[in-house]
């Protein structure tokens, strides 16, 4: 039997435009993909609809195109797919996997909280079940004693699912899914089999691999990719008001998400175009020479001198 064919994804969140944190990401996923003859697809997070920016998901696809990151086929918006989250949620509740929970942020204030500050669930609710007519959650029960999986960058990990994080929210009391369910969801419908995304993520990997097994869903391999932070050591992201992708010198933006990636282009190609970046990067992808540790990145004034 020939192996599954590649199938690789970037799905980002519209909440704003990409940045040298993001097109990291991006590029990752796409050399992966590209470098095994796979598709690579694009996927709008937009589901939680109060954190996005309108315009943002045109931007961002104007701003793949710009940097020659071209995808495959039509881009799936999760804001269209109530439907196949419910049908996943009516699953795990007819197995019996999940339960209504009624907690506020302020009941839950002195719960347990793991290593990465997030509340590890103290079972209330599961142990005592809330009456349904107030507006509830729905959490996932998580009785499994460890997982372990293989990071394709950071190898073999494991992660204690019940102790560290504990039952798990997968629909919110204000009635929008939870991105750990629509990740797996969607990972699934579209086939994906390889996830390389960023590794402020790599802690969730446990999370939707138990969503994988209680909803039969195959398992993709995983990679996460070093973060980019900023000179003070905050990941770039919209809180920390990293800037948008410049649109002059993208050839040299790319050339230091390349650098960030353990793959510095050659000094020839130091004034090439993003496409000849990518067509030389494509040839020499290895994901064994990805490092683990995340980059700084040149504040935008360097990077436009560069
Ligand atoms: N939408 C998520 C983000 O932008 C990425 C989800 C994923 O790659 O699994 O952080
Ligand atoms: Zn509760």
């Known amino acids: 039997m020939n192996p599954a064919p590649y199938i690789g994804r970037f799905a980002p969140s519209p909440t704003g435009p990409l940045h040298a944190g993001s097109l990291v990401a991006a590029v990752a996923s796409f050399l992966d993909a590209r470098a095994a003859g796979g598709r690579w697809l694009v996927r709008m997070e937009d589901l939680d609809r109060p954190r996005c920016e309108p315009g943002a998901a045109d931007t961002i696809l104007r701003q793949l195109e710009a940097y020659g990151l071209l995808w495959d086929g039509t881009v799936l918006y999760q804001s269209q797919r109530d439907d196949a989250y419910a049908a996943a949620l009516d699953a795990l509740r007819g197995e019996g996997a999940a339960f209504a929970c009624t907690c506020s942020r302020s009941q839950l204030a002195q ?3 793991n290593a990465e500050g997030e509340i590890v669930y103290p079972g209330t609710c599961r142990l005592h079940p809330p009456p349904r007519t107030a507006a509830h959650a729905w959490r996932v029960r998580v009785e499994a004693p460890g997982t372990h999986f ?29 991105y750990q369910l629509a990740v797996v969801v969607d990972d699934a419908f579209q086939g994906v089999t390889h996830v390389v995304r960023g590794a402020d993520l790599l802690w969730n990997t ?12 195959p398992t993709p391999a995983y990679a ?8 003070a050591g905050q990941k770039l992201s919209k809180q920390t008001l990293a800037p948008a992708l410049p649109e002059t010198r993208r050839g040299a933006v790319l050339a230091q998400a390349l650098a960030a990636l353990g793959h510095p282009p050659p000094p020839e190609l130091a004034e090439a175009e993003p496409r000849e970046l990518l067509t030389w990067a494509n040839a020499h992808w290895h994901i064994e020479n990805v490092p683990t540790r995340p980059a700084v990145a040149k504040p935008a004034s360097a990077a436009e001198n560069a």
């Open 111 to 113: 719960a347990p909280r």
């Open 206 to 217: 446990p999370r939707q691999i138990y969503l994988q097994i209680l909803l039969a869903l």
């Open 224 to 231: 996460h990719v070093p973060l980019v932070t900023n000179a």
């Open 150 to 178: 293989n990071d394709r960058i950071r190898g073999a990990l494991q992660q204690d699912l019940a102790h560290d994080v504990g039952d798990f929210i997968v629909k919110r009391a204000d009635g929008l899914f939870a």
